[in-house]
């Protein structure tokens, strides 16, 4: 059983910053690649950034583009997002994901090879 359990976020205001964790756990899991995800109300969900787990290559959203940086830290099986220079419009339910298979950009990866975060909120006032 593999579990992906997400840490961080919470309310800042404008400007500020937050980190995100995402910790995996389970046996003999490989992702290729890990993603976070954003779901704001009323809106689609959207990738925001991704890694590769080998090559740490690295894509990201052009609305959090020089303002988040997506990493990941092999030893701990964890992924983290910081998230600096928050606006109003970040403010949204965050998702981590690790997939095995990997599409190219930042395309979803299909839903039978993707494993999912229980999700965490950030809410960023103006």
């Known amino acids: 059983q593999v579990q992906l359990v997400q840490s961080g976020g919470g309310s800042v205001q404008a400007g500020g910053s937050l980190r995100l964790s995402c910790a995996a756990s389970?046996?003999?899991?490989?992702?290729?690649?890990m993603f976070w995800f954003r779901q704001a109300p009323g809106k689609e969900r959207e990738a925001v950034a991704k890694?590769?787990?080998?090559?740490?290559?690295?894509y990201y959203a052009n609305s959090v583009k020089d303002r988040f940086t997506i990493s990941r830290d092999s030893a701990k099986k964890t992924m983290y997002l910081q998230m600096n220079s928050l606006k109003s419009e970040d403010t949204a339910m965050y998702y981590c994901?690790?997939?095995?298979?990997?599409?190219?950009?930042?395309?979803?990866?299909?839903?039978?090879?993707?494993?999912w975060g229980q999700g965490t909120q950030v809410t960023v006032s103006s």
């Open positions: 389970g046996s003999t899991f490989t992702s290729t690649c």
């Open positions: 890694i590769y787990t080998v090559s740490g290559n690295t």
């Open positions: 994901a690790a997939a095995t298979m990997c599409l190219s950009g930042l395309g979803a990866p299909p839903s039978k090879y993707t494993y």
